[in-house]
DNA sequence: AGATGGATTTTC
DNA sequence: AAAATCCATCTC
């Protein structure tokens, strides 16, 4: 039912590409809360500009350097926070960032968290949004996947044509930009919508 | 449909 | 000071 250890310890492109169509469940007040994933963005390692690891280990990086299936939650911007799956072995920093999730189970739920958004593609498209209609803030940083309230699983859904692209908002990255890490189920319409700044 | 600015806190 | 974002509120 959930994703083994295994399948986090593995490389983080390969896990990115491989957790779509994986469903990611929030156990909530005795209710699963459940949405398919749809678009993730791998962040591999020290080299990787884009990647918070690339600073080192600090007390916010700790966790990207844990083994494989466990949660790295940060906040953002000073109100959101972004759900990731750290991979590879331990000590090598890497992880998954969960961008979007198409709602499956408990819809009205995770509507409501959403402060009821006029359409079900505004609940959980875009890491910020998923995280609201889910519960997920830093008190599950550094948590197993693997066991807890908080897992993926695979229920052998369609998953369709995945497409790539650069991933957003990591301009700062210089040679690291362009790379085509970002991955995504292609006319999903809970993709997130991609605005870069001006 | 697309651009802009504001909210707010963690991080180095 | 800038950030792996979202939303309201402009302008075309």
Same mark, same amino acid.
């Given at each position: 039912?959930?994703?083994?250890?295994?399948?986090?310890?593995?490389?983080?492109?390969?896990?990115?590409?491989?957790?779509?169509?994986?469903?990611?469940?929030?156990?909530?007040?005795?209710?699963?809360?459940?949405?398919?994933?749809?678009?993730?963005?791998?962040?591999?390692?020290?080299?990787?500009?884009?990647?918070?690891?690339?600073?080192?280990?600090?007390?916010?990086?700790?966790?990207?350097?844990?083994?494989?299936?466990?949660?790295?939650?940060?906040?953002?911007?000073?109100?959101?926070?972004?759900?990731?799956?750290?991979?590879?072995?331990?000590?090598? &920093?890497?992880?998954?960032?969960?961008?979007?999730?198409?709602?499956?189970?408990?819809?009205?739920?995770?509507?409501?968290?959403?402060?009821? &958004?006029?359409?079900?593609?505004?609940?959980?498209?875009? &890491?910020?949004?998923?995280?609201?209609?889910?519960?997920?803030?830093?008190?599950?940083?550094?948590?197993?996947?693997?066991?807890?309230?908080?897992?993926?699983?695979?229920?052998?859904?369609?998953?369709?044509?995945?497409?790539?692209?650069?991933?957003?908002?990591?301009?700062?990255?210089?040679?690291?930009?362009?790379?085509?890490?970002?991955?995504?189920?292609?006319?999903?319409?809970?993709?997130?919508?991609?605005?870069?700044?001006?």
């Amino acid at each position: 039912m959930k994703l083994s250890r295994e399948f986090y310890c593995r490389p983080t492109l390969e896990v990115a590409r491989s957790l779509l169509g994986k469903v990611l469940v929030r156990r909530l007040r005795g209710k699963n809360l459940a949405g398919k994933i749809v678009e993730t963005e791998a962040y591999v390692g020290k080299d990787d500009l884009a990647c918070h690891a690339s600073k080192g280990r600090t007390s916010r990086t700790v966790t990207m350097f844990e083994k494989g299936g466990c949660a790295y939650v940060y906040m953002i911007y000073g109100f959101y926070f972004c759900l990731n799956a750290v991979t590879e072995p331990e000590g090598y &920093p890497a992880a998954v960032l969960i961008r979007a999730a198409e709602p499956l189970d408990h819809v009205s739920v995770m509507r409501r968290l959403r402060k009821n &958004p006029d359409h079900d593609s505004n609940i959980a498209s875009g &890491p910020g949004k998923l995280c609201m209609a889910m519960a997920i803030d830093k008190t599950l940083n550094g948590r197993d996947l693997t066991s807890g309230t908080l897992w993926i699983e695979d229920r052998n859904l369609d998953v369709g044509r995945i497409e790539t692209g650069p991933r957003v908002g990591v301009d700062y990255a210089g040679e690291y930009r362009d790379k085509p890490w970002r991955f995504y189920i292609k006319g999903n319409p809970h993709v997130s919508r991609v605005r870069w700044k001006g």
